[in-house]
């Protein structure tokens, strides 16, 4: 880190190593992503745009990966944080988590609910129970959901006012169709719950993946900067997944544009203050 530059911190990216059937979720039009991506490969793209630390978030839904992501961690300087995976409706829930929040770099959990065939499944009681045992532990939920989801997730997060929540890639609009609503409404509605924060991250894949520009990308921008304001955002690269559309340094360049009218103290929080604080990295 220069002296005098605030840390800049990677709220959201991905390790694995890749299986057909343990990531299903890439398809026949994602084959540059059908390799093994560990955190080697990370710190090539991390050096170039000068980051200095990184929260792993997971990629599918075991345990296995979780314990493999804070193996990880245990050894990195870089890897600040993760954000894993666990049972969260399951009676086992309070168990796995006991064991799982003694790693002091666990920061947080996800669940792909955008993947889930209930629209309405981030409303479960099952679900709900697990979010509830979640909140006493200090712990983040991150929200992975598609823009269809959202007024669903403005009824689970009322549920939940203790708990801190992040929402991944700002609920993926239908950035490639250039549409803003109903998305815009319903994203400012969720920003007015003030203990949820959101992650610039994963624009790329929804805009057009050959033909995007930072033009395309800054209505979406400018909305989540005005609805949840610069001291709840975070920057996050969703590599590989961003390779689809955009290298590493290409879409860290794009965002560093599109904030680049706010002062030097909001641009730090964006960029790692604000996951340092969220994450308590």
Sequence with gaps: MNPGRS????????????????????????????RDFHLADLERELAVAGVDGTVAVQARQTLEETDWLL??????????????WAPIASRDFPVI???????????????????????????????????????ETGLVYDILIFEKHLAATIEFV?????????????????????????????????????????????LVTEAGWSTWSDADLRPYVDVVLDAFTPKRLMFGSDWPVCLLAATYERWFESLSRSINQLSPTEKGGIMGGNAIKIYHL
Excluded at 72 to 81: D, H, K, P
Aim: overall charge positive; proline content about 6%.
């Design 97 to 135: 988590l006991d064991r799982l929040k003694s790693d002091k770099k666990l920061k947080g959990l996800r669940h792909v609910i955008q993947g889930e065939p209930d629209d309405n499944y981030i409303n479960r009681p099952d679900f709900n129970r697990g979010i509830k045992a979640l909140a």
């Design 71 to 84: 193996s990880v961690a245990e050894g990195s300087r870089l890897l600040r944080g993760v954000v894993g």
């Design 7 to 34: 840390e800049i911190i990677d709220a959201h990216h991905h390790l694995w190593r890749y299986s057909p059937l343990e990531y299903s979720w890439i398809d026949d039009g994602m084959t540059s992503l059908r």
């Design 158 to 202: 009322d549920r939940h006012p203790n708990q801190v929540f992040v929402l991944d890639h700002i609920a993926k609009p239908p950035i490639r169709d250039s549409v803003l609503k109903p998305w815009k409404r319903n994203i400012s509605e969720l920003a007015r719950r003030t203990n949820v924060c959101c992650k610039l991250s994963g």
